[in-house]
């Protein structure tokens, strides 16, 4: 049986959008864990290493194929970004995007040059990214990791989330329009470590430049339904002074409906109890309480 890369499932443990706001201040280094299911199937069980202070950064995101399909295919991903922090946001150095499937390890890398310059290196190398970009549609670019903690850092610093932010994976020069849609209260689940108010963030990914018409089915198509480029993120601290962090995360796919849902979060300093602690049966309830 052959099994597709559940593409919008992973997009969302790494998909990338940013906004600017006022600098958060040092935050405790923090690990959380997320379990994400498509059409109502467990499908990516995914783990968040975030360290945020207020000159670098540095996050780490694994995600794998689990339950039904996970019985049919491999696949693993990990994938870090580093750099700086300054009053207008983060300053990526460098994202490095680790993919292994059916056994075949591909690895993208992203270096960031002070002049705006971004360097791309595929293992191995690709004939399909077709020709390069314009310099000056990576002006100011992300990668997709650091646009993912730019909003962490915005929204633990109290910015919302409405702009418009111009993201780069490596083959494809994309727009991330996102819309603040203010808080709400996440009530108690059974799927869900998280209750208390969060707040919601929209995301709309239009394509600017780069491979997109991948095939009928990918995310990535231009003629595809544009309900799945789109993905509502609630954003809150389930860490006592942590940063902020997506606790939630709902959005469609080729499958069904796609739900991330946050499992468990802790100081990263009990981050190997996090790990023992994921495979529990019984999922431990955050209430931040409220505000959050």
């Not at 040059?113 to 002006?139: C, K, M, Q, Y």
């Not at 997109?212 to 231009?222: C, G, I, Y």
Request: aromatic letters at 6%.
């Amino acid at each position: 049986m052959a099994t597709r890369r559940p593409r919008l499932a992973a997009i969302a443990m790494s998909v990338a959008f940013a906004v600017s706001g006022p600098a958060a201040a040092d935050t405790p280094a923090v690990a959380v864990h997320y379990e994400v299911f498509a059409g109502g199937l467990h499908v990516l069980s995914s783990g968040m290493e975030l360290s945020l202070d207020s000159r670098r950064y540095d996050v780490r995101v694994n995600a794998q194929l689990v339950g039904m399909p996970g019985w049919f295919a491999d696949w693993f991903a990990v994938v870090q970004s580093d750099g700086g922090i300054d009053t207008n946001g983060l300053s990526p150095d460098r994202n490095r995007f680790e993919r292994i499937r059916h056994g075949e390890t591909r690895i993208t890398e992203l270096d960031f040059a002070e002049d705006g310059g971004v360097a791309v290196t595929f293992s191995p190398e690709r004939n399909d990214i077709g020709e390069p970009l314009p310099t000056d549609l990576l002006a100011g670019v992300l990668d997709p990791l650091s646009g993912v903690a730019q909003l962490m850092w915005a929204v633990t610093g109290g910015a919302d989330c409405d702009t418009t932010v111009a993201v780069f994976d490596g083959r494809r020069r994309y727009d991330l329009i996102v819309t603040d849609l203010g808080t709400e209260e996440l009530e108690s689940s059974r799927r869900s470590a998280f209750v208390g108010q969060a707040r919601r963030c929209r995301m709309q990914l239009e394509p600017v430049a780069g491979v997109f018409d991948e095939d009928e089915d990918s995310v990535w198509n231009r003629d595809s339904d544009p309900r799945r480029r789109r993905l509502d993120i609630w954003m809150a601290n389930p860490v006592a002074d942590g940063p902020a962090v997506p606790v939630k995360m709902v959005g469609r796919s080729r499958m069904g409906a796609v739900v991330v849902h946050l499992r468990d979060a802790r100081p990263s300093s009990e981050l190997g109890r996090a790990t023992a602690d994921a495979s529990a049966p019984d999922v431990p309830t955050l209430d931040c309480g409220t505000p959050c």
